[in-house]
């Protein structure tokens, strides 16, 4: 009987990744983990530690409610004002580069006016017989104190001689502008005064007090004021 032989086939064996490739690929890996770690831990830090940061804690306690008041004003006109205070202190012997200030304040504010149904008396309203026409009597419209908007009033510029400049570097107390604030409130309320504000209240006033009696079924309604006949 013959035999066959076979010929025995030789494996191709796969080429092994040099080892030195391996190592470096490892270690840029790391070094990038490691760049990343650095960075996000200095920015960490450097927030926690940052001499220069603040932070703001709001340590204000509960609003406590005092009182509450019936109104019975009618809120008839509000005007808007805004005024440039130009304030200047001199030092009477010494010039302004030792020894004085000035200062350009924008205040903005408002000014209510109102008329008060409080003051009403007994024969404020008089109807007739029929009930078709009715009269009504109310005092003049008279304005709110001054309100300064914060958030619209500030200090345009400020010039201060050399005397005052190292008075502030020496203060701990921050530069006090009530006095501007005061200055400002006062001119806005003389403003309210000569404007006429009032008389439009006035107007305003009769306009409501007129729709509101017809839609109540008066055919005829007059509304005169104290010093009117």
Same mark, same amino acid.
């Given at each position: 009987?013959?035999?066959?032989?076979?010929?025995?086939?030789? =494996?191709?064996?796969?080429? +092994?990744?040099?080892?030195?490739?391996?190592? =470096?690929?490892?270690?840029?890996?790391?070094?990038?983990?490691?760049?990343?770690?650095?960075?996000?831990?200095?920015?960490?830090?450097?927030?926690?530690?940052? +001499?220069?940061? /603040?932070?703001?804690?709001?340590?204000?306690? +509960?609003?406590?409610?005092?009182?509450?008041?019936?109104?019975?004003?009618?809120?008839? =006109?509000?005007g808007n004002f805004q005024v440039i205070v130009d304030l200047e202190k001199d030092a009477a012997a010494l010039p302004d580069a030792i020894k004085g200030s000035r200062?350009?304040?924008?205040? =903005?504010?408002?000014?209510?006016?109102?008329?008060?149904?409080?003051?009403?008396?007994?024969?404020?309203?008089?109807?007739?017989?029929?009930?078709? /026409?009715?009269?009504?009597?109310?005092?003049?419209?008279?304005?709110?104190?001054?309100?300064?908007?914060?958030?619209?009033?500030?200090?345009?510029?400020?010039?201060?001689?050399?005397?005052?400049?190292?008075?502030?570097?020496?203060?701990?107390? +921050?530069?006090?502008?009530?006095?501007?604030?005061?200055?400002?409130?006062?001119?806005?309320? /003389?403003?309210?005064?000569?404007?006429?504000?009032?008389?439009?209240?006035?107007?305003?006033?009769?306009?409501?007090?007129?729709?509101?009696?017809?839609?109540?079924?008066?055919?005829?309604?007059?509304?005169?004021?104290?010093?009117?006949?």
């Amino acid at each position: 009987m013959n035999r066959q032989t076979s010929t025995p086939q030789t =494996a191709v064996a796969a080429e +092994p990744v040099p080892h030195r490739s391996r190592k =470096a690929w490892r270690f840029l890996a790391g070094l990038l983990v490691l760049i990343v770690l650095l960075l996000v831990g200095g920015r960490l830090a450097w927030s926690y530690l940052n +001499p220069f940061g /603040e932070t703001t804690v709001d340590r204000s306690q +509960p609003v406590l409610l005092q009182s509450i008041q019936n109104m019975s004003r009618f809120q008839a =006109a509000s005007g808007n004002f805004q005024v440039i205070v130009d304030l200047e202190k001199d030092a009477a012997a010494l010039p302004d580069a030792i020894k004085g200030s000035r200062t350009l304040f924008v205040g =903005a504010g408002s000014v209510d006016a109102y008329v008060d149904f409080a003051a009403l008396g007994d024969d404020a309203i008089t109807v007739s017989p029929d009930r078709t /026409e009715v009269t009504v009597r109310l005092p003049r419209a008279q304005l709110e104190e001054p309100r300064l908007d914060n958030a619209k009033s500030y200090v345009y510029a400020h010039e201060r001689g050399l005397l005052d400049r190292m008075q502030d570097m020496l203060s701990n107390s +921050p530069q006090n502008q009530q006095e501007l604030y005061v200055l400002a409130a006062k001119k806005i309320g /003389e403003a309210a005064q000569s404007s006429d504000l009032r008389a439009r209240a006035d107007q305003n006033t009769r306009t409501m007090l007129i729709g509101m009696m017809k839609s109540l079924g008066f055919a005829k309604v007059t509304v005169k004021f104290a010093d009117e006949p």
